[in-house]
């Protein structure tokens, strides 16, 4: 079975990446890729008492959200949404788990609300004030392929306008020494039914067990290597060259996401 759905709008932060715009001639092979730290802000939509709240992972994934809503020209309150991360809130986890195994095992309330694996989605929620149906994933290394699986068969089955938001963040040490992440990185595609004048491409995807595309750049492609969530730069660079292509993403072994581009303008 094939899903074909448009994408209408893209948001992207990463190392060297700060934004979609930034990044296309980057990925287009226009302009030399030079990684840089990452530097996300609070979302200013958020009231002040959950913008306290907010760590990395959640800055990073409304950041991306919001870029992919506004590029799209969308309402945040139309579309469904799917969230998908390998670690979400690592720095959380560690704090929790240093906690757990001190004498004093009290566990903050703030760290408590924000370990849940759908938190990014809660404030997502207040943020944009969407109530529409939230998705939250979670396929360790398949992360971005699992998502995009389920938002393109959202918008195929329901008929309804999904963004996908795919983040990871570093885990401090000693989880890092186990589970090396390098970076935050984050992609949001705002995937729709019909095309529009804001249409980017059309994607067609199916599932085969071709290789994985990989990049030619070593540094883009040491980040798609290593951070689950830029398992999707293969798709957005063909995007970014306007190309019409095939593109096979990672997905659970032995199976592949094979996606048909074809760009719309």
């Given at each position: ?10 948001g992207l932060i990463g190392p060297g990446l700060d934004s979609w715009p930034a990044a296309q001639p980057i990925l ?56 998908t991360s390998s670690g979400a809130d690592n720095d959380n986890c560690d704090a929790i788990c240093r906690t757990l ?103 067609e995807l199916e599932l085969g067990d071709a290789a994985p595309d990989t990049l030619a750049d070593p540094a883009l ?45």
């Amino acid at each position: 079975m094939r899903l074909t759905v448009y994408l209408d709008g893209i948001g992207l932060i990463g190392p060297g990446l700060d934004s979609w715009p930034a990044a296309q001639p980057i990925l287009a092979g226009h302009a030399a890729y030079e990684s840089r730290p990452l530097v996300v802000a609070a979302p200013q939509s958020l009231p002040p008492a959950e913008r306290r709240r907010t760590g990395l992972a959640i800055k990073v994934a409304l950041a991306v959200a919001f870029d992919a809503i506004a590029a799209g020209q969308l309402d945040a309150r139309q579309l469904a949404t799917v969230f998908t991360s390998s670690g979400a809130d690592n720095d959380n986890c560690d704090a929790i788990c240093r906690t757990l195994a001190s004498d004093d095992r009290s566990i903050s309330p703030t760290r408590f609300h924000n370990s849940v694996h759908n938190a990014p989605a809660g404030y997502w929620g207040i943020a944009s004030g969407a109530m529409t149906p939230a998705t939250v994933l979670c396929a360790h290394d398949a992360s971005f392929g699992a998502g995009l699986l389920e938002a393109l068969t959202q918008v195929a089955v329901e008929g309804l306008g999904t963004l996908l938001i795919a983040y990871d963040m570093p885990y401090p040490e000693p989880l890092h020494a186990k589970r090396p992440l390098p970076a935050a990185f984050g992609i949001a595609l705002a995937l729709m039914p019909v095309r529009s004048a804001q249409s980017l491409a059309q994607i067609e995807l199916e599932l085969g067990d071709a290789a994985p595309d990989t990049l030619a750049d070593p540094a883009l492609e040491a980040l798609r290597r290593a951070i689950p969530a830029a398992r999707g730069l293969p798709l957005l660079q063909a995007v970014a060259r306007r190309e019409t292509c095939r593109v096979v993403l990672d997905y659970l072994a032995p199976l592949r996401l094979l996606i048909q581009v074809e760009p719309c303008r």
